[in-house]
């Protein structure tokens, strides 16, 4: 860890892994989700967290899932409704359940499609998040098929020489089996930030750095607080991949954005863009079985190749390394696992209100 990071948690307290875990799946079962679905939802988050994705772990545990559901917003129970069929596709209905749940359903419908035909891809419709989008792609990579995930998201994005927030973050992620201790997992958002990244500076009173979100009027904005209240009402915009206009290739982040949108929502029958309220958003799961193709050791040693040799190019100068995808997140695993989860004080604030409101008993995190 750089000094630079390691001032990121100097104010954190450290978590244990299981503890966390099993911490927030008695949030969930306290709030009426079911004892399954509630582990589920839970290893997700904690799958963020273990990643270092900390925008998506415990910090989403308030916010997202446990106060939309104590407003009536988010049902705890999920309803998983297959409403048409075929041998190698689904379309599901959350009906405004736990995005978490029917998400890892839906993936496993997927792989399951695979196994029998080569590919399979379920799409989604009246769900809520669903977490990290990696997390599904890993589900398909970890048993030797490529995992496709992405979805849609409040309007947060402005299209390219637009000043409106029009389209969701929409992550779109691909998860490759490789012969290295990680798979490929590639997890992006389309905008250059996504919102979490927003609320992580607000909670750190940082400033965002200009030429990632603009206001109604065009001009780059960096309030953090100020952006989350404009974005509700539509008076900021995060920007896509590539920044402003077409000359370094926003329109390229814009149309990605738009793909993830249209597969989201368009076979699935889910709301898009200004009419996505946070729980109607729409996903889609693609699994793809290698050995339809080609031998899986084989495919996983040439992937390894790709990727080794990408490390080993010619860098640039006073650049140590070169990463590909999933090997940062693995070495955050690796640097975490004895540590556990960075919880800092605004997180621990509302970790304290919900032990308090639920009346748990057992958890005691010395903070």
């Known amino acids: ?125 009246n769900s809520t998040h669903y977490g990290i989008a990696g997390y599904y792609a890993m589900m398909a990579a970890d048993l030797g098929m490529i995992g496709i995930s992405g979805t849609s998201a409040r309007p947060a994005v402005a299209p390219t020489f637009g000043a409106e927030n029009m389209l969701g973050t929409n992550p779109l992620s691909f998860g490759m089996p490789t012969d290295e201790d990680f798979p490929f997992v590639l997890d992006c958002a389309t905008p250059i930030i996504q919102r979490g990244t927003v609320e992580i500076a607000a909670r750190a009173s940082k400033r965002v750095p200009k030429g990632l979100v603009v206001g109604s009027d065009g001009n780059s904005m960096t309030n953090p607080d100020e952006i989350l209240e404009e974005m509700l009402k539509g008076n900021a915009s995060l920007l896509p991949l590539g920044g402003i206009g077409e000359g370094t290739g926003g329109h390229k982040g814009y149309g990605y954005c738009t793909v993830v949108e249209i597969l989201s929502a368009a076979l699935s029958g889910a709301a898009f863009l200004k009419n996505i309220t946070g729980v109607n958003v729409g996903h889609f799961f693609i699994a793809i079985d290698v050995s339809a193709f080609t031998v899986l050791e084989d495919f996983k040693k040439r992937a390894g190749d790709i990727l080794r040799d990408l490390r080993a190019a010619k860098k640039m100068p006073n650049q140590e390394r070169i990463y590909t995808a999933g090997e940062k997140e693995y070495l955050a695993w690796l640097e975490r696992k004895d540590k556990g989860v960075p919880v800092n004080k605004s997180i621990q604030k509302e970790m304290l209100q919900i032990i308090k409101e639920l009346n748990l008993k057992g958890y005691d995190f010395g903070f």
């Open 1 to 125: 860890m750089s000094s630079k990071e390691a001032a990121l948690y100097e104010d954190c307290a450290w978590v244990d892994f299981d503890l966390m875990e099993r911490f927030m799946a008695d949030v969930f079962k306290a709030v009426g989700v079911p004892e399954e679905d509630a582990k589920a939802c839970a290893e997700v988050l904690i799958t963020a967290d273990k990643r270092g994705i900390d925008s998506h772990g415990i910090s989403r545990l308030k916010p997202i899932y446990y106060d939309r559901i104590r407003n009536g917003m988010q049902k705890p129970v999920t309803k998983f409704e297959i409403v048409k069929e075929s041998p190698t596709t689904a379309v599901v209905d959350c009906h405004t359940g736990m995005g978490m749940v029917v998400s890892k359903k839906s993936m496993q419908l997927a792989i399951e499609k695979a196994k029998g035909y080569g590919m399979g891809m379920v799409a989604v419709r």
